[in-house]
C-alpha cells in the first residue's frame, strides 16, 4: 500500500538526475576547466615565439675579393674572411664556447707549432683568442686551449654574379673548402 | 567648529590606544599590516643573534628596489636605441638621478648579498626542517619558497643589469643565452624563447625589460607574501620550536593555540600559533616586535643611503657585438658562475663536454637539487631545529660552510685574478690592463 502510493509520486523521473549523471557533468566541467587553462597556457607560450622575424640576413655580400688583402680580414657580422694566395675561406669569430666574439691576434715573425696529429712543425700568421674566457684557436680555427668545446666553424663562401664574395652563415663547410678565383 | 575639527582630526588620525593586553593582542589580529605578526613572540624569536634580522632587511631592500624601480622606469626606455642613452641620461641630466640609480643599484646588489646570507642563517640554524611542533607546520614548504626567491632575486638582478644596453648587458645576455642553449634536447629552443629570435636584438631587450619590470616583481611579492604567511602557518621562527618541545616534555600535551580559519581552502585544521602555549618569556608583538622592525628599517635605510652616496652605479661602453670587453666580467654574484664555466670544460680523447653545461648548468643544477633535497636527506632529530650550529648537525653545517667558501673562492679568483683573456693573476701580479670589478 505505501509502496503504491510511493510509485505514485507525480514529479517526473525523467528531470531527476541521478548520481552519475552529476558527477559525469561535473567530471565534464572540471574536464572543461582543465582544458581551457591549457589551452589559454598554450596559447600564452606560443605567442611569444616569433612567427616572424626582422633579422639581417644570413647570406649576404661582403664585397670584391680585392676588399680583402693576405691573412685574416674582420668583418661587422662577426666573421673573418681569410685570403691565401687569392685563395678564400671564411671563419666564425663566434666563439663556439659562450658567444663572444674573438680577437684576431697576428703573429710576425709566424709564431711555430708543432700539430698533434700529424706531428709536422706548423708556422702561423694568426690566430683567434676569446677575451672572455680565454679559448685560443689556430689558424685554421681549431682549438687549442681554453673552454671552448669545438672548433670555430667555417662558412661556405661563393662568387655573385657581379663579382662579390657572398656569406652563407647558415651553411657550415669542412676544412677542404676553398673559393678559388 | 572647534568641535567639528577635533571630530575631523579624529577621523583622519589613528586615536585607538589600548586598555587592557588582551585588547592590544586583538589589535594585531585585526590590523591589515600588523597581522603579519603573531599577537606575542618569544623572547628568542625577537632576539637579534637568533635572526640577525636578515630578512627584515631583504624586504626592506625589495621595497626600496620597488619604489626606485618605479622612478627609473619614468626616464628609460626599453629600446636597444635608446635604452643606453636613457641610462645616460639619468646619470648626467636628470635632478638626483645617479643618486635613484645608485640606491637601486646598490639595494639590489646588497639584495643578493643578504637574501644569500638569510638562506645561510636559516639552514645554520636547521630552521628549514620537518618535526615542527604547530598545527599545519612544514617548514621545508617554506624553505623551498625561499630557495625559489633566492632564485627569483638573481634572475631580477641579472635582468636588471642588461637594461641599460652597454658592454656588460649585451655580452652578460650573450653568455646567459649560450648557458641556455648548452641545455640538452630543449637547449636551443629555450634560448630561442628568451632571445625572442635568432639574434640578441631589439626582441631579447624587450623580452627582459618586461620580466625585469613585471614578470619577476610580481612573482617575488606573491612569493614573500606566501613565506611570510608560512612562517606563522608553521608556527613562528624555528627558535620557538625548542621552547614547544620544553613545554611538551614538561606538560605532557600541547593545546591549540588561537587558530585563523582559511575557509575551506586549505585541508586539516587552520593554523594554530604554537607560540600561544609557551608561556613566559613573551612579548606583545606591537610594541616590542613592531619597534625593533622600525629600528632595522630604519638602520638598514641609512646604512643604504650612505653607501649610495659614496658609491656611484656602474655604466660601461656602449653596446657593441664586436668588440667585447677584455675581460668581459659579470657583476661580483654572478663572478663564481663565470669562474665555472671557464674551468669546467670536460674532453675525453675526442669527446669534449662543454663548460657552458657543466658550470652553467649541471653543478648548479646540482646545487639547487641538493638544496631542495635537503630537508629529506637532514636525518637530525627535531631539537635541532632553530638551533644556531646545532651538535647533532655538526657534518653538514660544515660541508655547507665549505661550499660556501668555495663559492667565496671563485668570486676572488674571478673578480681579483683574472685578467685580459681571463688569464690567471696572483694577486700581488697587476695585469695590463685593470678591469672593472663590479
Same mark, same amino acid.
Given at each position: 500500500?505505501?509502496?503504491?502510493?510511493?510509485?505514485?509520486?507525480?514529479?517526473?523521473?525523467?528531470?531527476?538526475?541521478?548520481?552519475?549523471?552529476?558527477?559525469?557533468?561535473?567530471?565534464?566541467?572540471?574536464?572543461?576547466?582543465?582544458?581551457?587553462?591549457?589551452?589559454?597556457?598554450?596559447?600564452?607560450?606560443?605567442?611569444?615565439?616569433?612567427?616572424?622575424?626582422?633579422?639581417?640576413?644570413?647570406?649576404?655580400?661582403?664585397?670584391?675579393?680585392?676588399?680583402?688583402?693576405?691573412?685574416?680580414?674582420?668583418?661587422?657580422?662577426?666573421?673573418?674572411?681569410?685570403?691565401?694566395?687569392?685563395?678564400?675561406?671564411?671563419?666564425?669569430?663566434?666563439?663556439?664556447?659562450?658567444?663572444?666574439?674573438?680577437?684576431?691576434?697576428?703573429?710576425?715573425?709566424?709564431?711555430?707549432?708543432?700539430?698533434?696529429?700529424?706531428?709536422?712543425?706548423?708556422?702561423?700568421?694568426?690566430?683567434?683568442?676569446?677575451?672572455?674566457?680565454?679559448?685560443?684557436?689556430?689558424?685554421?680555427?681549431?682549438?687549442?686551449?681554453?673552454?671552448?668545446?669545438?672548433?670555430?666553424?667555417?662558412?661556405?663562401?661563393?662568387?655573385?654574379?657581379?663579382?662579390?664574395?657572398?656569406?652563407?652563415?647558415?651553411?657550415?663547410?669542412?676544412?677542404?673548402?676553398?673559393?678559388?678565383? | 567648529?572647534?568641535?567639528?575639527?577635533?571630530?575631523?582630526?579624529?577621523?583622519?588620525?589613528?586615536?585607538?590606544?589600548?586598555?587592557?593586553?588582551?585588547?592590544?593582542?586583538?589589535?594585531?589580529?585585526?590590523?591589515?599590516?600588523?597581522?603579519?605578526?603573531?599577537?606575542?613572540?618569544?623572547?628568542?624569536?625577537?632576539?637579534?643573534?637568533?635572526?640577525?634580522?636578515?630578512?627584515?632587511?631583504?624586504?626592506?631592500?625589495?621595497?626600496?628596489?620597488?619604489?626606485?624601480?618605479?622612478?627609473?622606469?619614468?626616464?628609460?626606455?626599453?629600446?636597444?636605441?635608446?635604452?643606453?642613452?636613457?641610462?645616460?641620461?639619468?646619470?648626467?641630466?636628470?635632478?638626483?638621478?645617479?643618486?635613484?640609480?645608485?640606491?637601486?643599484?646598490?639595494?639590489?646588489?646588497?639584495?643578493?648579498?643578504?637574501?644569500?646570507?638569510?638562506?645561510?642563517?636559516?639552514?645554520?640554524?636547521?630552521?628549514?626542517?620537518?618535526?615542527?611542533?604547530?598545527?599545519?607546520?612544514f617548514r621545508p614548504l617554506n624553505w623551498w619558497i625561499g630557495l625559489t626567491l633566492l632564485?627569483?632575486?638573481?634572475?631580477?638582478?641579472?635582468?636588471?643589469?642588461?637594461?641599460?644596453?652597454?658592454?656588460?648587458?649585451?655580452?652578460?645576455?650573450?653568455?646567459?643565452?649560450?648557458?641556455?642553449?648548452?641545455?640538452?634536447?630543449?637547449?636551443?629552443?629555450?634560448?630561442?624563447?628568451?632571445?625572442?629570435?635568432?639574434?640578441?636584438?631589439?626582441?631579447?631587450?624587450?623580452?627582459?625589460?618586461?620580466?625585469?619590470?613585471?614578470?619577476?616583481?610580481?612573482?617575488?611579492?606573491?612569493?614573500?607574501?606566501?613565506?611570510?604567511?608560512?612562517?606563522?602557518?608553521?608556527?613562528?621562527?624555528?627558535?620557538?620550536?625548542?621552547?614547544?618541545?620544553?613545554?611538551?616534555?614538561?606538560?605532557?600535551?600541547?593545546?591549540?593555540?588561537?587558530?585563523?580559519?582559511?575557509?575551506?581552502?586549505?585541508?586539516?585544521?587552520?593554523?594554530?600559533?604554537?607560540?600561544?602555549?609557551?608561556?613566559?618569556?613573551?612579548?606583545?608583538?606591537?610594541? $616590542?616586535? @613592531?619597534?625593533? &622592525? /622600525?629600528? +632595522?628599517?630604519? !638602520?638598514? *635605510?641609512? =646604512?643604504?643611503? %650612505?653607501?649610495?652616496?659614496?658609491?656611484?652605479?656602474?655604466?660601461?661602453?656602449?653596446?657593441?657585438?664586436?668588440?667585447?670587453?677584455?675581460?668581459?666580467?659579470?657583476?661580483?654574484?654572478?663572478?663564481w658562475l663565470q669562474e665555472l664555466v671557464a674551468d669546467t670544460t670536460i674532453r675525453i680523447?675526442?669527446?669534449?663536454?662543454?663548460?657552458?653545461?657543466?658550470?652553467?648548468?649541471?653543478?648548479?643544477?646540482?646545487?639547487?637539487?641538493?638544496?631542495?633535497?635537503?630537508?629529506?636527506?637532514?636525518?637530525?632529530?627535531?631539537?635541532?631545529?632553530?638551533?644556531?650550529?646545532?651538535?647533532?648537525?655538526?657534518? $653538514?653545517? @660544515?660541508?655547507? &660552510? /665549505?661550499? +660556501?667558501?668555495? !663559492?667565496? *673562492?671563485? =668570486?676572488?679568483? %674571478?673578480?681579483?685574478?683574472?685578467?685580459?683573456?681571463?688569464?690567471?693573476?696572483?694577486?700581488?701580479?697587476?695585469?695590463?690592463?685593470?678591469?672593472?670589478?663590479?
Amino acid at each position: 500500500m505505501s509502496e503504491d502510493k510511493l510509485n505514485k509520486n507525480d514529479y517526473s523521473p525523467k528531470l531527476e538526475i541521478t548520481r552519475r549523471g552529476f558527477l559525469s557533468l561535473i567530471g565534464l566541467g572540471f574536464l572543461g576547466v582543465i582544458g581551457s587553462l591549457v589551452l589559454q597556457g598554450f596559447s600564452a607560450v606560443r605567442s611569444i615565439i616569433p612567427n616572424v622575424l626582422y633579422e639581417p640576413p644570413k647570406k649576404f655580400k661582403v664585397g670584391p675579393p680585392s676588399r680583402f688583402s693576405e691573412g685574416a680580414t674582420f668583418l661587422p657580422e662577426r666573421l673573418f674572411i681569410i685570403n691565401n694566395n687569392n685563395e678564400f675561406h671564411a671563419i666564425s669569430a663566434i666563439c663556439t664556447h659562450l658567444g663572444c666574439t674573438v680577437n684576431l691576434a697576428q703573429y710576425s715573425p709566424p709564431k711555430t707549432y708543432i700539430s698533434r696529429r700529424t706531428g709536422k712543425t706548423v708556422d702561423e700568421t694568426f690566430e683567434f683568442h676569446c677575451p672572455c674566457h680565454g679559448s685560443k684557436y689556430r689558424e685554421n680555427g681549431n682549438v687549442y686551449a681554453g673552454p671552448a668545446p669545438l672548433p670555430l666553424p667555417w662558412y661556405e663562401l661563393s662568387l655573385a654574379p657581379d663579382g662579390q664574395i657572398v656569406v652563407n652563415t647558415d651553411k657550415i663547410v669542412d676544412h677542404n673548402f676553398r673559393l678559388k678565383l | 567648529m572647534i568641535e567639528k575639527l577635533r571630530k575631523l582630526k579624529k577621523q583622519l588620525t589613528w586615536t585607538y590606544v589600548p586598555e587592557t593586553e588582551r585588547e592590544a593582542s586583538d589589535a594585531v589580529v585585526r590590523n591589515f599590516v600588523l597581522h603579519w605578526f603573531p599577537s606575542k613572540v618569544t623572547s628568542k624569536s625577537l632576539s637579534f643573534l637568533y635572526t640577525l634580522e636578515l630578512g627584515t632587511i631583504s624586504i626592506l631592500l625589495f621595497a626600496i628596489l620597488l619604489i626606485t624601480g618605479v622612478l627609473l622606469m619614468f626616464m628609460y626606455v626599453p629600446s636597444v636605441g635608446q635604452a643606453y642613452w636613457g641610462v645616460k641620461d639619468i646619470e648626467y641630466v636628470v635632478s638626483f638621478g645617479p643618486f635613484i640609480r645608485g640606491i637601486h643599484r646598490i639595494a639590489a646588489s646588497l639584495m643578493v648579498a643578504v637574501v644569500f646570507l638569510h638562506m645561510m642563517r636559516v639552514f645554520l640554524t636547521g630552521a628549514y626542517k620537518k618535526g615542527g611542533k604547530a598545527i599545519g607546520s612544514f617548514r621545508p614548504l617554506n624553505w623551498w619558497i625561499g630557495l625559489t626567491l633566492l632564485l627569483v632575486t638573481m634572475l631580477l638582478s641579472y635582468t636588471g643589469y642588461l637594461l641599460p644596453w652597454d658592454q656588460l648587458a649585451v655580452w652578460a645576455v650573450t653568455i646567459g643565452m649560450n648557458i641556455a642553449k648548452s641545455a640538452p634536447f630543449i637547449g636551443e629552443k629555450i634560448a630561442f624563447l628568451l632571445r625572442g629570435g635568432t639574434i640578441i636584438d631589439q626582441n631579447t631587450l624587450l623580452r627582459w625589460y618586461v620580466a625585469h619590470v613585471v614578470l619577476l616583481p610580481l612573482f617575488g611579492v606573491i612569493l614573500i607574501v606566501w613565506h611570510m604567511w608560512r612562517i606563522r602557518k608553521d608556527g613562528g621562527l624555528g627558535s620557538v620550536e625548542s621552547l614547544a618541545e620544553e613545554r611538551i616534555v614538561k606538560d605532557k600535551i600541547v593545546q591549540k593555540g588561537k587558530t585563523y580559519s582559511l575557509m575551506g581552502i586549505v585541508t586539516g585544521a587552520t593554523p594554530a600559533i604554537i607560540s600561544h602555549n609557551v608561556q613566559g618569556d613573551t612579548y606583545f608583538s606591537s610594541p $616590542q616586535l @613592531t619597534r625593533r &622592525i /622600525l629600528i +632595522v628599517f630604519t !638602520i638598514s *635605510a641609512v =646604512i643604504l643611503l %650612505g653607501i649610495a652616496f659614496i658609491y656611484k652605479a656602474p655604466l660601461e661602453a656602449p653596446a657593441s657585438m664586436i668588440i667585447p670587453p677584455n675581460p668581459a666580467k659579470a657583476p661580483w654574484y654572478f663572478l663564481w658562475l663565470q669562474e665555472l664555466v671557464a674551468d669546467t670544460t670536460i674532453r675525453i680523447g675526442s669527446f669534449t663536454i662543454s663548460g657552458g653545461f657543466v658550470g652553467g648548468i649541471l653543478v648548479p643544477g646540482v646545487l639547487i637539487l641538493a638544496a631542495v633535497l635537503w630537508p629529506f636527506l637532514d636525518k637530525s632529530g627535531p631539537e635541532a631545529i632553530g638551533v644556531w650550529f646545532h651538535k647533532n648537525r655538526r657534518l $653538514q653545517n @660544515t660541508v655547507f &660552510i /665549505l661550499t +660556501v667558501l668555495v !663559492i667565496i *673562492a671563485l =668570486i676572488f679568483v %674571478g673578480s681579483d685574478m683574472r685578467g685580459p683573456y681571463w688569464k690567471l693573476y696572483m694577486p700581488w701580479q697587476t695585469w695590463p690592463k685593470t678591469p672593472t670589478k663590479f
